[in-house]
């Protein structure tokens, strides 16, 4: 396990964005072992764990996307964080699908916390990973299309030095998703200037125990 510096462009810090990042090696990313099993089973009691160790900035953490969104001059409805997303799929379903044991911690904890998680295969990376404003004209393979799209100027993105990973908090890419397969991967705690950075922090904590279980 390593932190990762990630490359923040001055542009997207101004706009707010704050991250954690790290890199782990040797993922099981097959077998839900019986404490993960346990631990994705509760996700109130996860939220509330969160807040009794780390304060309450679940409804400020869900806001604060909102104004990132005002800042990039894009849509809340059309481009809805991933975190906003899942949280509306929890309440309606009652919970969240079995997808694999690492995807499936950082979407509990996304639901438990407010942030935005997300994660890498780091077979598919191509040099340094960093976020940066896309300047137009960007090609984006979304997770769950087929269709290529081509990004606008000023949206908040993730890329290493190939493709674009990440279209700001709204949908990854569909090449460095993670599979069953997946040992080795970058995860990404994003949240931004409306909450405390130790929040951010502590729930990169959390992620990181969710994972070694």
């Known amino acids: 396990m390593a932190e990762q510096v990630l490359p923040v462009d001055s542009a997207v810090a101004d706009l707010g964005v704050r991250l954690v990042a790290f890199t782990i090696s040797g993922l099981d990313n097959r077998d839900y072992r019986p404490a993960l099993r346990d631990w994705l089973g509760d996700v109130p009691g996860l939220r509330q764990r969160l807040s009794s160790s780390l304060g309450d900035h679940f409804d400020a953490a869900l806001q604060g996307f909102r104004v990132l969104r005002e800042r990039t001059g894009r849509s809340w409805r059309r481009f809805p964080p991933s975190c906003q997303s899942l949280v509306d799929s929890y309440q309606r379903r009652g919970g969240l699908p079995r997808i ?108 990181r125990r969710c994972l070694a279980l």
């Open 100 to 207: 694999s044991p690492a995807v499936d911690c950082y979407n509990a904890l996304s639901v438990a916390s407010g942030l935005s998680l997300g994660a890498h295969d780091l077979r598919a990376l191509r040099g340094a990973v960093r976020l940066t404003l896309s300047r137009g004209g960007e090609a984006f393979c979304p997770l769950g299309s087929e269709k290529r799209q081509t990004l606008p100027a000023g949206e908040y993105i993730y890329c290493d030095d190939k493709a674009v990973l990440c279209r700001m908090d709204y949908r990854q890419a569909r090449h460095s998703a993670f599979r069953a397969d997946t040992t080795d991967g970058l995860f990404i705690v994003q949240g931004h200037d409306a909450i405390p950075m130790d929040y951010i922090e502590g729930v990169a904590r959390e992620l």
